[in-house]
């Protein structure tokens, strides 16, 4: 059995200075019953503002208030925090909502119920309206054009006044149960129960494959379509359900005050949200619940003093920005990982038994090249990177593709995978012509780990496995945000293949840390174990060896050598040539974009062809001579 000191950079094991299990615990326990205390004090509020107070009814609109507010901050996070996309269209999708009550209680005579359901038809078909334009946008830009979207929802809503009312709005907005209006009592416990829905769905959103999609568009689309992830589509979804949250929210609020009008989609009043958001911490679960309710406080508290209340706001943010960048919860979670990694910091033993995790290639047609490429020609501008390179690799081997720096080697993967539309040639897997999107070719069987690391730092070591498993996934995104029974088998099952995969690489101790935690050289393993997960027939590694200790290189040779034998083709781009030579059955050889040599690494070590090409970098010489 082998070990891997699996301590960041290498270091060994600090030793535990806490009982760390017992600290879990203890956090657990205190988190339950906060969360049980807080969820009690909400249902009984109305009970003891009835009580102490003559006021209950001010005080009820005011954490109903707070709660419209954080489904819209819930909305918020969704698109900024955890798909990375910048959204200033919130307000205005709370607008367009509201008037999607307001139509249909005041005009249609419908009943709220149905509004809701119509403002949150509404919020989602905007939303992915919006986002369909913007679809190639980048951060900043995709902002911009949310930002003339949000003006455009306000100018249709001054203007399309046989539906909103034009300037003065839609008034007598009220919701009915029967024939009777409902007290602001009911009214208080629908927002409670939609606060509620709202949450439970991101909660399951973000945890579910659906969730760890976006996330993983969020933090590289490249990497993102190598795990079979279509950008677009992951985009379009979560963009849908951050419409359909803030048009819900924006049914709420024409519900409670009675009105909607568009100074209700100002930006000005959108502001609010993007602090709460900040201040209780982004791309975390409660964190906007923390924030909007911290801000829901902090108004009432200086209410006597109403007109500083935007100096006030602007000056928390900025202090929150300064010392809490994370934001309340996002800086709790932080130091949480930093108790855990000392507690948990041990050198990992290796086991034995190949886990049938580790994915085995049946049913190959004989003969039959998993991967090939053909007269590829890509050239940029005027440089000739490929021209006119063949390459066959078989199932069942490892084929090794070297060259000195420039030679073509990641241009030729990239244009294997479809990352770079080719000038001329075929690309073809087990036969079939490749399809022509990364994120399809991915579908078809073909993965590949990057030379510079991918990984999705901002989300723990086994979230990032089990993107990897994102293709094997057959649950709807709604059984994912509903928890149906399909969706919790497949889950758990997941859960548990992606402990043994990381157990086997020797990272079982890291996977609930922050991936960007881990050493460089974990990184690069952990890269491949969730290659791995997606259970390819060809895995290719672009230079995985780069900065690996010895234990790690051995990590990865001998995952190399299972994956070979159970069938996949490996591919692997490296420098490294003890390593390639000692681990490969077959290598081609680049040259200014040109194979000048193929075979076995025996033929490449003694082809002339190749001293040539590596004369200048003398070590290999030495090595291949
Ligand atoms: N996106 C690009 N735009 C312009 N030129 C490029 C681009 N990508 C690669 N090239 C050029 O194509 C040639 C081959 O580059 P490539 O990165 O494929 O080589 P490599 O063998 O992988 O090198 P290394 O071992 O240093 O990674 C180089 O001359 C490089 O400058």
Same mark, same amino acid.
């Given at each position: 059995?082998?070990?891997v000191?699996?301590?960041?950079?290498g270091?060994g094991?600090?030793?535990?200075?806490?009982?760390?299990?017992?600290?879990?615990?203890?956090?657990t !326990?205190?988190?339950?019953?906060?969360s049980?205390?807080?969820?009690?004090?909400l249902?009984?509020?109305?009970?003891?503002?009835?009580?102490?107070?003559?006021?209950?009814?001010y005080?009820?609109? &005011?954490?109903?208030?707070?709660?419209? +507010?954080?489904?819209?901050?819930?909305?918020?996070?969704?698109?900024?925090?955890?798909?990375?996309?910048?959204?200033?269209?919130?307000?205005?999708?709370?607008?367009?909502?509201?008037?999607?009550? @307001?139509?249909?209680v !005041?005009?249609?005579?419908?009943?709220?119920?149905?509004?809701?359901?119509?403002?949150?038809a509404?919020? #989602?078909?905007?939303?992915?309206?919006?986002l369909?334009?913007?679809?190639?946008a980048?951060?900043?830009?995709?902002?911009?054009?949310?930002?003339?979207?949000?003006?455009?929802?306000?100018?249709?809503? %001054?203007?399309?006044?046989?539906?909103?009312?034009g300037?003065v709005?839609v008034?007598g907005i009220?919701?009915?149960?029967?024939d009777?209006?409902?007290?602001?009592?009911?009214?208080?416990?629908?927002?409670?129960?939609?606060l509620?829905v709202?949450y439970?769905?991101?909660?399951?959103l973000v945890r579910?494959?659906?969730?760890?999609?976006?996330?993983?568009? *969020?933090?590289?689309?490249? #990497?993102? /379509?190598a795990?079979?992830?279509?950008?677009?589509?992951?985009?379009?979804?979560?963009?849908?359900?951050?419409g359909?949250?803030?048009?819900? /929210?924006?049914?709420?609020?024409?519900?409670?005050?009675?009105? &909607?009008?568009?100074?209700?989609?100002?930006?000005?009043?959108?502001?609010?949200?993007?602090?709460?958001?900040?201040? @209780?911490?982004?791309?975390?679960?409660i964190?906007?619940?923390?924030?909007?309710?911290?801000i829901?406080v902090?108004?009432?508290?200086?209410?006597?003093?109403?007109?500083?209340?935007?100096?006030?706001?602007? !000056?928390?943010l900025?202090?929150?920005?300064?010392?809490?960048?994370?934001?309340?919860?996002g800086t709790?979670?932080? =130091?949480?990982? @930093? *108790?855990?990694?000392?507690?948990?910091?041990?050198?990992?033993?290796?086991?034995?038994?190949?886990?049938?995790?580790?994915?085995?290639?049946?049913?190959?047609?004989?003969?039959?090249?998993?991967l $090939?490429?053909?007269?590829?020609?890509?050239?940029f @501008?005027?440089?000739?990177?490929?021209?006119?390179?063949?390459?066959?690799?078989?199932p069942? #081997?490892?084929?090794g593709? &070297?060259?000195?720096?420039?030679?073509?080697? /990641? #241009?030729l !993967?990239?244009?294997?995978?479809?990352?770079?539309? &080719?000038d001329?040639?075929?690309?073809?897997?087990?036969?079939?012509?490749?399809?022509?999107?990364?994120?399809?070719v991915?579908?078809?069987?073909?993965?590949?780990v990057?030379q510079?690391?991918?990984?999705?730092?901002?989300?723990?070591?086994?979230?990032?496995?089990?993107?990897?498993?994102?293709?094997? $996934?057959?649950y +709807?995104?709604?059984?994912?945000?509903?928890?149906?029974?399909?969706?919790?088998?497949?889950? %758990?099952t997941?859960?548990?293949?992606?402990?043994e995969?990381?157990?086997?690489?020797?990272?079982?101790? %890291?996977?609930?840390?922050?991936?960007?935690?881990? =050493?460089?050289?974990?990184?690069?393993?952990?890269?491949?174990?969730?290659?791995?997960?997606?259970r390819?027939?060809?895995?290719i590694?672009? $230079?995985?060896?780069?900065?690996?200790t010895?234990?790690?290189?051995?990590?990865?040779?001998?995952?190399?050598r299972?994956?070979?034998?159970?069938?996949?083709?490996?591919?692997?781009?490296?420098?490294?040539?003890?390593f390639?030579?000692?681990?490969?059955?077959?290598?081609?050889?680049?040259?200014?974009?040109?194979?000048?040599? *193929?075979g076995?690494?025996?033929?490449? %070590?003694?082809?002339?062809?190749?001293?040539?090409?590596?004369?200048g970098?003398?070590?290999?010489?030495?090595?291949?001579?």
């Amino acid at each position: 059995m082998a070990t891997v000191d699996s301590s960041p950079g290498g270091v060994g094991s600090p030793g535990s200075v806490f009982d760390s299990a017992a600290y879990h615990r203890a956090r657990t !326990v205190v988190l339950a019953v906060l969360s049980v205390a807080v969820i009690g004090v909400l249902l009984a509020w109305p009970a003891i503002t009835d009580y102490y107070s003559y006021n209950a009814s001010y005080y009820n609109g &005011i954490v109903a208030s707070a709660a419209i +507010s954080a489904i819209l901050t819930i909305s918020l996070n969704l698109s900024m925090g955890y798909g990375g996309m910048l959204s200033m269209l919130h307000s205005g999708l709370q607008l367009a909502g509201g008037y999607a009550t @307001g139509y249909l209680v !005041v005009k249609l005579s419908g009943s709220w119920l149905l509004g809701i359901a119509a403002s949150v038809a509404v919020g #989602t078909v905007v939303a992915m309206l919006v986002l369909l334009v913007s679809l190639r946008a980048t951060y900043l830009y995709f902002g911009m054009i949310t930002l003339a979207a949000n003006l455009i929802v306000i100018e249709v809503g %001054r203007e399309w006044e046989s539906v909103t009312g034009g300037i003065v709005g839609v008034s007598g907005i009220a919701p009915k149960l029967g024939d009777e209006f409902m007290s602001k009592q009911a009214f208080y416990y629908v927002v409670l129960a939609c606060l509620a829905v709202a949450y439970i769905l991101q909660r399951n959103l973000v945890r579910s494959g659906v969730g760890r999609a976006s996330m993983a568009v *969020r933090e590289s689309s490249d #990497t993102a /379509s190598a795990m079979g992830i279509s950008p677009a589509r992951a985009k379009l979804l979560l963009f849908g359900v951050c419409g359909g949250t803030a048009g819900l /929210s924006g049914a709420l609020y024409a519900l409670q005050l009675g009105f &909607i009008n568009p100074d209700v989609g100002l930006l000005d009043n959108g502001i609010i949200f993007f602090v709460g958001l900040f201040l @209780g911490g982004i791309s975390t679960l409660i964190g906007p619940l923390i924030g909007v309710g911290l801000i829901a406080v902090l108004v009432e508290l200086i209410k006597d003093q109403a007109r500083y209340t935007t100096l006030v706001l602007g !000056v928390l943010l900025l202090v929150a920005m300064m010392v809490i960048p994370r934001g309340v919860v996002g800086t709790w979670k932080a =130091s949480r990982m @930093g *108790r855990d990694r000392l507690a948990e910091a041990d050198d990992e033993t290796l086991p034995d038994e190949v886990p049938d995790v580790v994915p085995e290639v049946r049913d190959v047609p004989d003969g039959v090249a998993a991967l $090939e490429g053909s007269g590829i020609v890509k050239h940029f @501008g005027g440089v000739h990177a490929l021209d006119g390179v063949d390459v066959r690799i078989m199932p069942g #081997t490892v084929h090794g593709i &070297i060259g000195p720096n420039g030679s073509g080697k /990641s #241009t030729l !993967v990239s244009c294997l995978t479809r990352y770079h539309q &080719i000038d001329a040639g075929q690309v073809r897997i087990f036969g079939e012509e490749a399809p022509h999107a990364a994120h399809r070719v991915a579908h078809a069987g073909v993965t590949r780990v990057f030379q510079v690391p991918h990984l999705f730092e901002r989300v723990s070591v086994l979230d990032n496995v089990l993107t990897g498993m994102r293709t094997r $996934e057959t649950y +709807s995104w709604f059984g994912a945000l509903v928890r149906s029974p399909s969706y919790r088998r497949q889950d %758990r099952t997941e859960r548990e293949e992606a402990r043994e995969l990381l157990a086997f690489a020797g990272l079982a101790s %890291r996977a609930d840390w922050l991936a960007s935690s881990l =050493s460089h050289g974990q990184k690069r393993l952990l890269e491949v174990v969730r290659a791995v997960a997606s259970r390819p027939k060809v895995l290719i590694l672009d $230079e995985p060896a780069t900065g690996l200790t010895s234990d790690e290189l051995d990590a990865l040779g001998r995952l190399c050598r299972v994956l070979r034998e159970r069938g996949l083709a490996v591919v692997l781009i490296e420098h490294n040539v003890d390593f390639v030579m000692g681990l490969c059955d077959e290598l081609t050889v680049l040259e200014s974009g040109k194979v000048i040599e *193929r075979g076995t690494p025996e033929k490449v %070590r003694n082809s002339a062809a190749v001293l040539e090409a590596y004369l200048g970098r003398p070590d290999l010489v030495e090595e291949a001579s």
